[in-house]
Each structure stands twice: as C-alpha cells, then as structure tokens.
C-alpha cells in the first residue's frame, strides 16, 4: 500500500503531464493541487523552498512527515511503485 501522494501542479506543465501520467501507468493514486487556484498549496511550497512544478509529496504534509521532490523524476516514482509492492 503506498503512502499518501499529492502533486502540486500548475496549468500547461509539461513535467506535470508526464509525472500524472508515470504515476497512474503505475498504480499510484494520488491528490492533485493547482497552486494557481489553492494560495494555501502555494504558500506551502513557498515555505518549503520548492520553486518549480511539480511538486510530488509522498506522506503527511500537514504533520511535516514526508519526503517530496520536484520535476519529472522517474527514479523517484519507480521507488515510490517499489514500496508499494512491498
């Protein structure tokens, strides 16, 4: 069973696009958030230090337990699908 997910996205990424899509050619269920339309996503990631979309949050971001990364990481996806056949 896989973790929590949420991507934090923007409107046109490309990077977007292609991380949704490894995600669900996966099996990854995951949360999508505009940080166009939610100011609460974008000031997450602002406090974060993450400057570019998408942003992948495996975990808890409201407990700050999670690991997260940004762009198209398809090394991070294929561990994150690997825990989850664990």
Not at 30 to 37: A, K, L, P, S
Request: with cysteine.
């Amino acid at each position: 069973m896989f973790p929590p997910v949420t991507m934090l996205t923007k409107p046109q990424c490309p990077q977007c696009r292609m991380t949704a899509q490894l995600l669900d050619r996966n099996g990854i269920t995951y949360q999508v958030i505009d940080v166009t339309e939610s100011e609460a996503a974008l000031e997450w990631a602002q406090d974060h230090d993450f400057m570019a979309a998408p942003i992948v949050v495996v975990g808890d971001m409201e407990t700050e337990e999670f690991n997260a990364w940004t762009g198209f990481r398809p090394d991070k996806i294929a561990a994150l699908a690997a825990l989850g056949e664990s």
